[in-house]
């Protein structure tokens, strides 16, 4: 299997890849929803083109540094930063951006907006933000529809700033509790005399029921791009629709019943998202990945593995979007055809 | 607190860094046990030569690619690699490393030993091999004293190869039973007309009990140089003796008991090592970083946490290995002094 390729290797089936793409595409345009793939699962210049070519408004970064990799071949045009930025070096590159790319960012308190107001008071335009609102996922974002509006109202008043919209991270499964807060939010900040031009929803495990949250009007995503175990376990894909995928070798078979592959957490890093083992192995649902340092994998069986030093086999790891953090490179392919190495410009930005 | 650094970063105290290298040096030199560390740790040559003339014998690799890392300065001449070596590009690399360094082996299977001494026959030296030996870590290693005398055997016989010695990665806390299965299997080799020239033990968390494994010539050992939470957990070092911390910056503080800081996954990594939480606060034993994803750490606390939004904070990580991973450079400190970015050679290594 991929004779050709040193292990553990990191594959990227584009046919699958592609599907995926053009399938969510379609239900966002079904929907009338905006779609702006978080890019933080491939980290690829090209394949977020692929994503704005099929239909895509723009794409979504977390870090400055990712944003600053992805447009450093040219060709994207559109990007919001869901995260709060602070601090000198980050607001100067920020500024910098701006002027490249059509940029919006998300900010949730006010020492965050004075920053970015003080940074673009001096900007030729007004750089967008969009209000963070935690729906339910207790991370980042004001607690509050009426905090959002307080926000929004300082957004709008304050220089070099201008108030874009809504923006939340839910937690999976609560479509009806984010409606509520989006909604009411939208209403509090219209009625003080700004409009909200966009309310920006995401996450892959609701991304079929992005339709029960009317009043987003974008919504973002990831995984879907390559889907993952944690997708398959929560019924999002099916196994075929899994375009990542780790190929490893069996270094090491001790016992009838346990196996060792040279791909460690270094790889398939130790994300479990609440699942058990460390990733599924394609074709054998039997095994079970039980264990893992850096560059091992213990695979286990009740009944022997059948396993054996030298074979390859192929994982869905649980997490698509952390393994391509780990590799400068990955391989592209096409079932069983090997297209090439594809470099990954923005793994590891983490500023 | 550093405030001319970006956040997140890695930082690496050199004064704290030295003191465990000398420190473990001279235990090692008391009880009459050869040091070869391993740099999984650090993956930094400099910090190898560090301990190389602080005493050590050589360094050890868990794959081809640290090793080239590590020699691409020079000064670094002697190498192990505790890792079984398969397929014909990764044997192709190790006859061409073992033409620049003092190289030797682990192998625990007999398809693994073959391909080492076909690749090997024709090299102008032998290739010393070690008998990797499962002593109750249930990862890789021949699981009896008996089968480690086959294997011995198979290696003393074989073209391009000579038999070193044993080799183990202990669970934690089993020297008896390490003691009785290298004594066993020593006995077995050398009664069978073998020297068993070195028997190498290893592991952080049994790094004080080294010496109740007296059958053992050698311990490899790496998270010891930096140190790290789940070592401080078990009782093997202080927070004092932790050399590496992230920095990180308070991004949201959006209710009085939880914050949001700007490392998450992507640097602190999701390993566990059977703790809760995700690192130690320095400083604030009260707060727990309590969920991670990529690029957001939620810190939680029962009081209000005293945490806000710009301020900065210290991380001992629960897993310091894994840490250096993730990014493509540290920051070296002594105390409250910057000296400076050093690249990770060896970051990424996994062929």
């Given amino acids: 299997m991929f004779a050709e390729l040193d292990t553990p290797s990191v594959l990227i089936d584009m046919d699958i890849t592609e599907n995926n793409v053009i399938k969510y595409q379609k239900y966002c345009d079904r929907n009338n929803l905006e779609l702006r793939p978080h890019i933080k699962t491939h980290k690829i210049p090209a394949i977020a083109k692929l994503q704005l070519s099929s239909g895509a408004v723009g794409i979504t970064c977390q870090k400055i540094s990712e944003a600053e990799a992805m447009i450093s071949e040219g060709g994207i045009e559109d990007i919001l930063i869901t995260y709060n930025i602070l601090g000198p070096a980050k607001l100067l590159r920020l500024r910098k951006l701006a002027d490249k790319v059509n940029l919006s960012v998300v900010a949730d308190n006010s020492e965050c907006i004075r920053g970015l107001s003080e940074t673009f008071a001096t900007a030729s335009r007004p750089l967008p933000v969009l209000v963070e609102c935690d729906t339910g996922s207790e991370r980042c974002g004001v607690t509050s529809p009426e905090a959002a509006a307080v926000l929004a109202a300082e957004i709008g008043c304050l220089p070099g700033l201008t108030f874009k919209g809504l923006m939340t991270y839910p937690a999976a499964g609560q479509g009806k509790k984010i409606q509520e807060f989006l909604e009411s939010a939208k209403f509090l900040i219209e009625d003080a005399g700004q409009s909200v031009l966009v309310v920006s929803s995401g996450g892959s495990p609701d991304m079929w029921k992005a339709d029960m949250v009317p009043v987003a009007t974008e919504y973002r995503i990831g995984t879907y791009v390559y ?19 780790v190929l490893a070798t069996v270094v090491s078979a001790p016992t009838k019943n346990r196996a060792i592959i040279d791909a460690g957490s270094k790889v398939l890093t130790s994300d479990l998202f609440g699942l058990t083992g460390h990733g599924h192995v394609l074709g054998q649902p039997d095994l079970k990945i039980d264990n893992l340092s850096e560059e091992h994998g213990r695979i286990i069986s009740e009944s022997p593995t059948g396993l054996f030093v030298g074979q390859r086999i192929r994982i869905v790891p649980n997490h698509a979007c952390v393994v391509t953090n780990m590799l400068d490179s990955v391989i592209l392919v096409r079932g069983k055809k090997i297209l090439g190495l594809q470099k990954i410009p923005a793994r590891g930005k983490v500023w």
Same sequence: chains 1, 2.
């Fill in 227 to 245: 889907n993952d175990r944690s997708l398959q376990s929560r019924g999002v894909c099916g196994w075929a629709d899994c375009a990542l995928t």
